[in-house]
T-cell receptor, first 114, second 111 residues
């Protein structure tokens, strides 16, 4: 495996479900990020982890809960989501901490909340 | 609120011509500037980075930065149909806030 791997690629969940998105990077980077991409909107930064510590939370609703157990793995735990949370969720990693250059993105998880 | 502005397009360019994509940003403390290409249904892919005023060339791509005008551009020479995609401008500011993206410009190269 190389680069940044995200699973699952597609996810359909009901509003009362609990699910988790997984991201793994094989680049030796020390910072990881979750972004949300909705139609006709810019990519929105949700969470930043540098050296496994959460640095930035950008006022994301509590129904999204990140977890970074080590520098290679990042999770996004989802519960009681709303239909407007349907979007493409992208994980990225970089070197040099939160001022890192050239983020590498995973393929994303296409989430549909029904 | 830090903002990155791009014309959403679509920008239509004939094959073989030069495609010119533009971006402005609001944070004067911004330090690093990037262009990403995103094909439909795919994730963004980094194609150019630039950190100082002037031009930076890489193959058919040239990035231009003017910090005084808070302006970044991307030129694609000898445009190919495979260049058809959405091009995202991204900026890193002076704070711990990661990359800020524009909405992207949809580029169409007409054969």
């Amino acid at each position: 495996e190389t680069g940044v791997t995200q699973t699952p690629r597609h996810l359909v969940m009901g509003m009362t479900n609990k699910k988790s998105l997984k991201c793994e990077q094989h680049l030796g980077h020390n910072a990881m990020y979750w972004y949300k991409q909705s139609a006709k909107k810019p990519l929105e930064l949700m969470f930043v982890y540098s050296l496994e510590e959460r640095v930035e939370n950008n006022s994301v609703p509590s129904r999204f809960s990140p977890e970074c157990p080590n520098s290679s793995h990042l999770f996004l735990h989802l519960h009681t989501l709303q239909p407007e949370d349907s979007a493409l969720y992208l994980c990225a990693s970089s070197q040099e901490g939160v001022f890192g250059y050239g983020y590498t993105f995973g393929s994303g998880t296409r989430l549909t909340v029904v | 609120q830090k903002e990155v502005e791009q014309n959403s397009g679509p920008l239509s360019v004939p094959e073989g011509a030069i495609a010119s994509l533009n971006c402005t940003y609001s944070d004067r403390g911004s330090q690093s500037f990037f262009w990403y290409r995103q094909y439909s249904g795919k994730s963004p892919e980094l194609i150019m980075s630039i950190y100082s005023n002037g031009d930076k060339e890489d193959g058919r791509f040239t990035a231009q930065l003017n910090k005084a005008s808070q302006y970044v551009s991307l030129l694609i020479r000898d445009s190919q149909p495979s260049d058809s995609a959405t091009y995202l401008c991204a900026v890193i500011g002076g704070g711990a806030d990661g990359l800020t993206f524009g909405k992207g410009t949809h580029l169409i190269i007409q054969p």
